[in-house]
Antibody, heavy 121, light 107 residues
Framework: QLQLQESGPGLVKPSETLSLTCTVS??????????WAWIRKPPGKGLEWIGS???????YYNPSLKSRVTISVDTSKNQFSLKLSSVTAADTAVYYC?????????????WGQGTLVTVSS | DIQMTQSPSSVSASVGDRVTITCRAS??????LAWYQQKPGEAPKLLIY???SLQSGVPSRFSGSGSGTDFTLTISSLQPEDFATYYC?????????FGQGTRLEIK
């Protein structure tokens, strides 16, 4: 059964770059017809899609974050990563990684457990 | 961007009640809609995909309907473990967007 696990620093200083990794187990990140995604939930707010990378390597980003976001895949480690530059307090959130597949109508499933990232000096 | 609007924002109900949550898309999305349940401290859990398909392992008291712009999630008989926040999400096009959430509380 596919499992995803986020990892990375829980505290990032303003203006610095937030870097997170999602490790995929129980399946290959190289498999065709999947998107690998990052989603976040700021405290007291709803879910926000950050971006996705397709199995072909194509990337898709939320226009509101596009200038600051990079998503990449490391097939040798079965991981994909998120980099968000020039962070502010507004980027404080629980960050989730997830998969999208055509077998579930391109919905997000499964999800990682999430990791809280706080932006503060 | 496709805007997703849920109603109500919150609802109070009792165990055994039937509850319906609605989600409206700002433009037609065919059946490209998913519903999630999220409890505090947990990741969202997929309940329904393709508007009406029940995800494996999800109890049959959950059901989804609709197409185009108007969708509903129905819980036929509320159980104590169903009190949570529910989100809809359109899967038709980028950027992917979610509804603002509906908080289901115990009356």
């Amino acid at each position: 059964q596919l499992q995803l696990q986020e990892s990375g620093p829980g505290l990032v200083k303003p203006s610095e770059t937030l870097s997170l990794t999602c490790t995929v187990s129980g399946g290959s990140i190289s498999s065709s017809n999947y998107y690998w995604a990052w989603i976040r939930k700021p405290p007291g707010k709803g879910l926000e899609w950050i971006g996705s990378i397709y199995s072909s390597g194509s990337t898709y980003y939320n226009p509101s974050l596009k200038s600051r976001v990079t998503i990449s895949v490391d097939t040798s480690k079965n991981q994909f990563s998120l980099k968000l530059s020039s962070v502010t307090a507004a980027d404080t959130a629980v960050y989730y990684c997830a998969r999208r597949a055509d077998t579930s109508g391109w919905a997000f499933d499964p999800w990682g457990q999430g990791t809280l990232v706080t932006v503060s000096s | 961007d496709i805007q997703m609007t849920q109603s109500p924002s919150s609802v109070s109900a009792s165990v055994g009640d039937r509850v319906t949550i609605t989600c409206r898309a700002s433009q037609g999305i065919s059946s490209w809609l998913a519903w999630y349940q999220q409890k505090p401290g947990e990741a969202p859990k997929l309940l329904i995909y393709a508007a009406s398909s029940l995800q494996s392992g999800v109890p049959s008291r959950f059901s989804g309907s609709g197409s185009g712009t108007d969708f509903t999630l129905t819980i036929s008989s509320l159980q104590p473990e169903d009190f949570a926040t529910y989100y809809c999400q359109q899967a038709k096009s980028f950027p992917i967007t979610f509804g603002q959430g509906t908080r289901l509380e115990i009356k």
